[in-house]
Each structure stands twice: as C-alpha cells, then as structure tokens.
C-alpha cells in the first residue's frame, strides 16, 4: 500500500483565492481525520468521518472551510476564500477505526500552504 | 473534555543517556493513549499505544512508555539515547466518540 496520499505537497497562493487539499487514504481504512499544524498552535484536529460521514466538525476554524468525502477512497479540505492566517501544514490521516481496537492512525505528508 | 498535556515544550539529552518525555492525560473513561514521532517535513509516525493490560508498553525503534494510572501519566522512555532519536513527540488520547486528540507536541533533540 502506498500510504496515506495527499496533494498538492506545497501550495503558494494569494489572499482570496480558493485552495484545495486533497486525500487519498489506505484501501480498507473506514475513519479520516484532517489536521492542521503551526507553530503557535500545534497539531489542531479540524474535522473527521466514519465511514464517509462528517462526524465531528467543531474544528473546523470558520465557514470558509469546508471538507467533503464523496467516496471511501478520496476527501477534499477546501478553504474559500484564503487567508494569510490560514498559511499552515495540513495532515490527512487514516485508520481502521474502533474495530480495530484502538485507532492508529496512518499520517499523509502533508501539504504545506502558504497564503500571501 | 479528553485533554492530554506535554509539560515541556524541549527536552535535551546526552547520546547514550536515558530519555523521558512526559505527557499527562485527562479521560473520563478507560484511556487509549498513544506516542507519535515526527520528522522534519513528514507526517506523524506511530511509535506505540496503550489500551490495556500490562502498564509497561514496549514500540518501535526501542522506545517505551509507561502508563500510570494514579498520576494520569503516560510517559515515553529509552534507556539509550541516539541523536537519530531528535525529533517531534506528540501524545495523544482517543476521544469518547473517537476523535484523536494531541498534545502540543515535545522536541527532542540528542546531543552527541
């Protein structure tokens, strides 16, 4: 298995314009989690779905966030419009959820954004 | 709320010296705790969990933690330290509805 897959790795874009972050998590996997990692604020869970399904979304900073998982194998953090504040290192993660016991999550390498 | 704390925000040790990054949880049910290792410009790796059984759990690249019920500790161990070791530590605890939580996170770093 090639691992959790995000895209793009880096991201340089201007204040304003929508951004797209992209997962593609282990075959198998029922549970992702999308977190968010700065300096100042470490690593900030922002949403998560079971089985496709947003369960948990009070992370997620403002409207102008936005995440999708149409399907098993793939999920999209949208940010629109674009901020400075939100330049940080996005994490897609993935696991096999309470049936396996105990949620060890498998971590994408991140997408660096940064929003001039 | 779950919460899990990492009381200091660096940790230095001597190459071949024994390690301890501290972590301290908060749970209202039975605790599943976990370490994470991060490298520049990675994702965060496994090192090891706790779910139950003994209080002693053994992970990967020879790092242990001890779990503590009484003091709500969970704090991670090697009896040697190696400068490959320097690196970020996160602890983290599962959520009553499965959300991981982390800790602000350690760093590491080994001096040879």
């Known amino acids: 298995d090639a691992g959790v897959i995000q895209s793009p790795r880096h991201e340089v874009t201007e204040m304003g314009q929508e951004v797209t972050l992209r997962c593609k998590p282990i075959?198998?996997?029922?549970?992702l989690f999308w977190y968010r990692q700065t300096m100042m604020r470490g690593l900030e869970l922002l949403i998560y779905?079971?089985?496709?399904?947003?369960?948990?979304d009070s992370g997620m900073p403002e409207d102008r966030f936005s995440a999708k998982m149409p399907n098993a194998s793939f999920s999209t953090l949208k940010i629109q419009p674009s901020e400075p504040r939100d330049s940080a290192v996005y994490f897609c993660?993935?696991?096999?959820?309470?049936?396996?016991?105990?949620?060890?999550?498998?971590f994408g390498a991140g997408s660096r954004l940064t929003v001039l | 709320a779950q919460s899990v704390a990492q009381p200091e925000d660096q940790v230095n040790v001597a190459e071949g010296n024994p390690l301890t990054v501290k972590c301290t949880y908060s749970?209202?049910?039975?605790?599943?705790l976990f370490w994470y290792v991060q490298y520049p410009n990675r994702g965060l790796q496994f090192l090891l969990k706790?779910?139950?059984?003994?209080?002693l759990v053994k992970g990967s690249y020879g790092f242990e933690a001890e779990f503590n019920k009484s003091q709500t500790s969970f704090h991670l161990k090697k009896p040697s330290a190696l400068v490959s070791d320097s690196a970020l530590y996160f602890c983290?605890?599962?959520?009553?509805?499965?959300?991981?939580?982390f800790g602000k996170g350690t760093r590491l770093h080994i001096l040879p």
């Open positions: 749970v209202s049910g039975n605790p599943y």
């Open positions: 779905f079971n089985n496709n399904v947003p369960i948990d």
């Open positions: 993660a993935s696991s096999l959820g309470r049936s396996s016991g105990a949620n060890v999550l498998t």
């Open positions: 706790y779910i139950t059984g003994d209080n």
């Open positions: 983290a605890v599962r959520d009553w509805d499965d959300k991981i939580i």
């Open positions: 075959s198998g996997h029922n549970s």
